[in-house]
């Protein structure tokens, strides 16, 4: 692999990372079966030399300027380990991903008996979470090969890496939509420095006063396959997309919680910060990387109780997102303070409030099409079938919860990771019981049609 310079987006989640508030993902799935080692090892060589960005350090260069180039010592080796930890909890032995000394992926197999637990910790600038799943599934595709089963692999072209994160499409309809990003950063200007509620009053902005991260803490709710029908239902009942839907009853469930708590004033702006796949039909050839932007959805804490409202406008917003390209417009803002000196290296050090919680819509987690999906819909391996899913975004100074969510084998999960230093158990517990609350109120409505 040739020197890839880092993108804007790259750049900005490199220097997000701090020793608080690391900037990872964490991944736990859930098998009944067990996997062969060198078989398993041998799939993991042959994936990360198809995704060059698995096995690649930072560098820096001339005036400053970063560049992945691959690593002396190759890909992190896959770890295992024997007997789960008790209660099912998540392995402790997470370490700091210094992107400057190792690659940012890292693989935890935790054998116990008929039973494995794959944990996951990246590096968010190394991917997103589709491009982790897309590395998840060739793995088990190289896996099964290993072990005799006929199944093909995706047609990858590693020549796209050198445009990744670049605006889409050609230069008329880059010109085409300058005056809608010319727009874009006119209003995200004032709205990004608007003073952003957390979810509760003592979180902490700062490196300083925060204790180093912890445990991962996470709080799951499982719809089945009825219900899931039923949330379609609902969204095409009322004309809009499953994640309007879950938009909209997350607002709700913020309101609703904070009521509850005593928690802040009607004036508070809320804010929840929603990634946006900036992937295009021209990038499925693309090896795995990073093809997401952030948006942000504010709102006036009074205005949460106002379901057919709160709903009314996420199917908007989106709809301008959509049309008007919006999820390039913080990379735009990215661009211009990489204009003076350290500029997006400040920005991240910024003590404020970004996003009252992050809702994270991760889609099918494999295509309906793998070849590694059986009658019921779960990713089988010989000797290993995938059970469970749980998926942990980031949280940032302020931004004490991300809300994941995705759909595996008929079923909508839900996890939400949490930053156990500032909100309690019971707190989290409560919250995701008034959000699955607020989705069954929209399930309710399939059949009500109000």
Request: hydrophobic share 45%; glycine share 8%; with cysteine.
């Amino acid at each position: 692999m040739p020197r890839l310079p880092l993108t804007l987006f790259e750049q900005y989640l490199l220097h997000d990372d701090r020793r608080a508030y690391p900037c990872w993902m964490l991944g736990k799935l859930c098998f009944q079966g067990v996997f062969q080692r060198e078989p398993l090892e041998r799939a993991w060589a042959a994936t990360a030399r198809r995704h060059p960005l698995l096995a690649a350090v930072v560098r820096r260069g001339s005036f400053g300027r970063l560049y992945w180039e691959p690593a002396a010592g190759g890909p992190a080796p896959i770890e295992w380990r024997s007997g789960l930890a008790p209660g099912g909890s998540w392995p402790v032995e997470w370490v700091a991903l210094d992107l400057e000394k190792q690659p940012g992926l890292r693989w935890i197999i935790v054998a116990d008996g008929a039973t494995t637990d794959l944990f996951i910790q990246t590096h968010h600038a190394v991917l997103d979470g589709g491009a982790i799943f897309a590395v998840i599934h060739e793995m088990m595709l190289h896996y099964a090969r290993e072990l005799g089963q006929a199944v093909e692999l995706p047609e990858l072209r590693p020549e796209l890496l050198r445009t990744r994160g670049r605006l889409a499409g050609s230069l008329w309809e880059r010109l085409k939509f300058l005056p809608t990003h010319v727009a874009g950063l006119a209003l995200a200007w004032p709205i990004l420095r608007r003073e952003v509620a957390p979810l509760v009053p003592h979180c902490s902005a700062t490196d300083a006063d925060a204790p180093p991260f912890g445990l991962p803490a996470v709080v799951s709710r499982r719809f089945s396959p009825v219900d899931f029908k039923t949330i379609r239902a609902a969204a095409k009942c009322h004309g809009v997309s499953v994640n309007d839907l879950l938009t909209r009853d997350l607002f709700a469930a913020v309101g609703t919680w904070r009521v509850a708590h005593g928690i802040g004033t009607p004036l508070d702006w809320i804010r929840l910060g929603v990634p946006v796949s900036l992937r295009t039909h021209a990038d499925r050839h693309l090896p795995a990387s990073n093809a997401f932007s952030l948006v942000g959805l504010d709102r006036r804490a009074k205005s949460l109780a106002n379901r057919d409202r709160l709903l009314r406008r996420a199917r908007e917003d989106m709809e301008l997102v959509r049309k008007h390209r919006l999820g390039h417009t913080f990379l735009l803002l990215l661009g211009l303070h990489r204009l003076r000196p350290s500029g997006i290296f400040r920005y991240t050090r910024r003590l404020a409030c970004r996003a009252t919680l992050v809702l994270t819509n991760m889609g099918q987690f494999f295509s309906p099409r793998s070849p590694l999906l059986d009658g019921t819909q779960r990713l089988a391996v010989p000797g290993a079938v995938l059970e469970d899913i749980q998926i942990g975004g980031l949280f940032r100074p302020a931004t004490c919860a991300t809300l994941a969510v995705g759909i595996y084998a008929g079923r909508l999960h839900a996890d939400l990771h949490y930053d156990a230093r500032f909100l309690t158990a019971v707190q989290a517990e409560n919250f995701m019981h008034t959000f699955e609350q607020q989705v069954r109120l929209s399930m309710e409505s399939a059949t009500t049609g109000d």
